[in-house]
């Protein structure tokens, strides 16, 4: 039973553009979503992070959305920068110290 | 130290052999956690701690898998008598700990993973 569901496996934009990179989840006792991105060969590097009681939390060039009762949050990135091609996963938790559910990530190619 | 340590960056074993891998959490964090990743797929949780105590083990094998975390040393996940499907890369992250309250979640910072190869 996959709880965190990313159903795009890969998305290439134009560099400048915006990346929109979605995700949806299940269980209804998530309180915590979290961006982490990730390159070959290296650990997730947490991006951005939104508490179930809020519906936007933005930092710098990325901004998350949270739409609790789609259960759906998405990442956007503005603008997109070659430097931004990597894997992305979107992550869940129940209380400020549980653990985290992944989704299987996305591969974003932002073309120069 | 700054960053979460993880040792060895490589491990291959014969099917049946003991691995042992080790995580060093950022200086400070009482959290650690430790997730398998297979073939590029999602992570899966198995077990954290808070200090030198198992705060969720949920995801750990009943068999074959065990961990600790002692006060003074690199925290420990170790798999006994390793099977072909214990190939994966092995991540460890650590946290500060949060009070629930604060309505923000203690970002676990990740180590480089330890690549285990079972043959």
């Known amino acids: 039973d996959q709880q965190v569901k990313q159903n795009s496996p890969s998305l290439s934009v134009q560099e400048g553009r915006i990346s929109i990179l979605n995700c949806d989840y299940t269980n209804s006792m998530f309180d915590y979503f979290l961006w982490y991105k990730k390159y070959p060969a290296e650990g997730p590097t947490f991006l951005i992070s939104?508490?179930?009681?809020?519906d936007k939390n933005e930092d710098g060039r990325f901004t998350v959305f949270l739409n609790k009762s789609a259960k759906h949050l998405s990442l956007h990135i503005v603008p997109s920068q070659p430097g931004d091609s990597a894997v992305y996963f979107c992550a869940a938790g129940t209380g400020a110290n549980s653990k985290l559910t992944f989704g299987k990530g996305i591969t974003l190619s932002v073309r120069p | 130290g700054e960053e979460v340590a993880q040792t060895p960056k490589h491990l291959v074993r014969g099917e049946g052999q003991k691995a042992k891998l080790y995580c060093a959490p950022i200086?400070?964090?009482?959290?650690v956690f430790w997730y398998q990743q297979v073939l590029k797929n999602e992570f899966k949780f198995l077990i954290s701690f808070q200090n030198e105590n198992v705060f969720d083990e949920t995801g750990m094998p009943k068999e074959r898998f065990s961990a600790k975390c002692l006060p003074n040393s690199p925290c420990s996940l170790e798999i006994q008598a390793t099977k072909l499907e214990d190939s994966a890369v092995y991540f460890c992250a650590s946290s500060q700990p949060k009070l629930s309250s604060d309505h923000s979640y203690n970002e676990q910072f990740f180590g480089p993973g330890t690549r285990l190869t079972v043959l």
């Open positions: 200086k400070g964090h009482s959290y």
């Open positions: 939104i508490s179930s009681i809020k």
